[in-house]
């Protein structure tokens, strides 16, 4: 089975494609943003599932190839799904996305649902859906069932001499467990299912060793003197760049973007005219994007194809009107009882 590997610069790359392709009124609307999305850069970006419901059935789609649950998903469809499908199975976005908007309008109640409002369903689905992923791959890799994954039970390809060797080159056996010391917050040699999320998903994980290693990993490609450390010079030219790619987005006005000047001497903690890879983690996100920053972003594309008097925000008519910019897949599929459970793609 395929492990995980982490793709730094390729990912990074992608992203930014995909903000170019939102940027608004610069770019062919045309462009294909399934393209986008779907596109395999070494390890797959899970593209972000705006309706829970759809999820729930995608997964049931897998269970059901991995085991005989077809009773089970008949119960699951027969007593959850039935009143959002219509005699045609297909399903009933204009009710889904009736039933959803409260939801998504939280912070405040206006009868509005705001870019930030989306955002937070968003990243929380993906969220979801990575803890999910997670507890599946526990599942499937903890061979003695205890619970907890040990570097052996999911990297057995690495022999005892392989880790005493100590090989630090990329996807080397001392490189991997670097990355599995670094998850392992405890420090008790396995990982816990919290634990291996973040092994499995560096980019968003919240622990510290965890992005120092994300950021001592992505600057060895900006270090250009390879001194472990960034100069003025090589942090201009390498990560600001990047960074500038991501502020422009957000703030929408390159006058708000701090200069290159700026952000070196506010990350500069110590003053000493470098940045270590601590120094960088204020920066993180735009240097290593990961599924978090990608439904961030996914959601800035919904919210401008489906805002239409483009005052930032989306009423219940708008989503109605652009059901199919929520509902894409699911809208050019038949969702019959055989051929939609068995779909592996929504």
């Not at 390809?157 to 056996?173: L, M, P, T």
Request: glycine share 4%.
């Amino acid at each position: 089975m395929a492990k995980v590997v982490v793709y730094t610069l390729l990912t990074t790359v992608f992203i930014i494609g995909l903000l170019l392709f939102l940027t608004p009124c610069k770019h062919n609307e045309a462009q294909s943003v399934e393209a986008l999305i779907t596109r395999r850069l070494g390890r797959r970006l899970e593209m972000p599932v705006f309706d829970p419901l759809v999820t729930r059935i995608e997964r049931l789609s897998h269970e059901k190839e991995a085991s005989t649950v077809e009773a089970v998903v008949k119960e699951e469809k027969d007593d959850m799904f039935d009143e959002y499908f219509s005699q045609e199975r297909r399903l009933n976005t204009t009710m889904r996305i009736k039933f959803l908007f409260p939801l998504l309008d939280g912070a405040p109640r206006d009868g509005f649902v705001s870019l930030k409002e989306l955002q937070t369903w968003m990243m929380q689905q993906t969220e979801d859906n990575m803890g999910y992923r997670t507890a599946n791959e526990l599942e499937l890799q903890d061979k003695d069932k205890d619970g907890v994954i040990t570097f052996e039970e999911y990297l057995p390809q690495f022999s005892r001499e392989d880790i005493e060797k100590n090989e630090k080159g990329h996807g080397g056996a001392g490189w991997w467990m670097e990355q599995f010391k670094n998850a392992d917050f405890d420090h008790n040699g396995y990982l816990d299912i919290e634990e291996f999320n973040n092994f499995l998903h560096p980019e968003d994980s919240r622990n510290g060793d965890v992005q120092r290693w994300i950021l001592r990993e992505r600057m060895t490609g900006m270090d250009t003197n390879g001194d472990g450390k960034l100069e003025y010079k090589e942090f201009s030219q390498n990560a600001y760049e990047m960074y500038k790619e991501f502020a422009k987005f957000e703030t929408e006005e390159d006058e708000n973007v701090p200069t290159a000047q700026l952000l070196f001497a506010e990350l500069d903690r110590d003053k000493d005219r470098f940045l270590v890879a601590d120094e960088l983690r204020p920066i993180l996100h735009y240097l290593q994007p990961g599924e978090l920053s990608y439904a961030k972003y996914y959601s800035t594309f919904l919210c401008h194809e489906a805002d239409e008097d483009k005052d930032g925000k989306l009423s219940l008519e708008e989503m109605l009107n652009h059901e199919d910019v929520f509902y894409k897949a699911v809208h050019h599929e038949d969702l019959d009882d055989e051929d939609y459970f068995d779909h592996d793609e929504l």
